[in-house]
């Protein structure tokens, strides 16, 4: 929840944050990290199509995850 002056407001998170862990065997600390390397290497690839998207590097980032295109490797380590 977000709290703003008193009031709470609920933030939704597509794709939801369970189900995005899941793809990274329930590992959240993983799942931040295969999302915070993917975003750096959308930024440094796509930089011209950022600057026209509705969406930051991050949350295509995480949609490739959830969407299987991005499969975090080595996940038991």
């Known amino acids: 929840m977000l709290c703003i002056k008193g009031e709470f407001k ?17 590992n959240k600390y993983v799942l931040s990290i295969v999302a915070a390397k993917r ?6 690839t796509r930089r011209a199509e950022l600057a026209t ?8 980032a995480l949609d490739e995850i959830y969407e299987g295109k991005i499969v975090p490797s080595d996940i038991d380590d």
């Open 39 to 44: 975003a750096k290497e959308i930024e440094t």
């Open 10 to 26: 609920v933030m939704m998170i597509e794709p939801p944050i369970d189900q995005l862990a899941a793809k990274a065997g329930g």
């Open 53 to 60: 998207a509705d969406k930051k590097s991050i949350s295509i």
